[in-house]
């Protein structure tokens, strides 16, 4: 299949507007230029593009949501990019800046928007300072500011750099955050597209979402859905990370079997060594296992295995790491990143972190392991956001698959350990934290 997104990504100077010039860059936005706002939108609704920040609602349909008429309205693309496993849109950013400028000016025609922020996740200082100077230089050109390209259509972009927070990059406490407040999510509705940035209708789209609209212009919407698979259209950027050979991002299209990616594209696990497990959408999906294997890498066949396609980043567990050591990194990682506005994530998460911990110590019995997967229940659905779940969803998923591995490393941990011969009622106190 060609590429995309990624055609021709390490071409030296494509962060340049010169080769991105020669590649045929802007020439989507000059077609969007002569077409209605109306128009395009059509062409992005015939695409059936799906956003690829996580929870690939359909990027049209969200646009189409804005309220007509002149009153200010922004656009926030979400670079924020913090879940583990994801780096994918530091790689468009970093190596292909243009291309997601103009996909911003294009989504921006399209509803009627003309001030634009690309919030980036902090750490990224080289894609910021890469990205502010695209952004001088498609001003210079005139593919940004007043009339752009002579046309009816005015826009401002500005590189907002990032706070810091995983959660800056739920989408309301972006907001926030881009506020100049604390990054909190807000309670949702009202929904961003109604009373977003500033109160006024707010368009929040991924990197990647908007880096393909540059080609679903170029090549017609009905055309780019014929890539990919129904409901999944289009192609994917997948950051494949873990025990594999040959970690990195790989463009596919949309539906090809998992263990295409798996090994076909990052060479499978190293020599000797089997898949144990692995998360199809970052760190916050649902773990899927070898058996998964042969599954069509797209957000219906995900979830119909209860999983998620999520951000599409792959991370890949071999039979050398222990189940208990996995799902401690993960609870650690939403511990730590839980804002705490809201009492089940930010006692949940704590908790779980603390029933590992007994169960790495040799302290729980079987009977913990149903409670903790209760508490999961107990989280999942009921945050104010999803970063709740998005622990709850994989540790819960790790308890119901490798039951018998927790049991039996539980079992292994109260013999070797001296807490383990503690009487009972005396033991939990030992281990810093214990309930
Ligand atoms: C805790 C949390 C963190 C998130 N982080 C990101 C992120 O870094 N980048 C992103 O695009 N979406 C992230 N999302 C999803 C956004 O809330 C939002 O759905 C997305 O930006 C919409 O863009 P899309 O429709 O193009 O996918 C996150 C969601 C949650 C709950």
Redesign the pocket.
Known sequence: MERLLFAGIDEPGLDTLEVYERRGGYQALRRALQMTPEAVLHELEESEL????????Q?AK?ASFLPKGSMDKYLCC??????PG?FK?RELMQKNPHQLIEGVVIAAWSAGINRAFIYI?GEYVLQADILDAAVAEAERAGYLGERILGSEHTLSLVVHRGAGA??C??????LDSLEGKRGN?RLKPPFPANQGLYQGPTL???????SAVPHILAMGGADYARLGVANSTGTKVVSVSGHVQRPGNYEIELGIPSREIIYGLAGGPPEGRAIKCWFPGGSSAPVLTAEDLDLAYDFDSMAKAGSMLG?GSIIVIDDSTPIIDVALKVAKFYRH?SCGKCTPCREGTNWTVTMLERIDAGLATPMDLDIMASVQDHIIGHCL???GD?MAMPIGSMIAKFRDEFEAHMEAARHSSPLGTAPPDTAPALIQGAV
Do not use: H, Q, W
Request: hydrophobic fraction near 30%; include cysteine; charge should be negative.
């Open positions: 799906r956003g690829r920040g996580g929870a690939g609602f990027m969200k979400n670079a924020d990019e913090s879940e994801a849109d996740r995983y959660i990059g739920e989408e309301t406490a972006l999510p929040i789209n991924n990197v990647e979402t908007l951000s990143e956001c999803v970063l998005s």
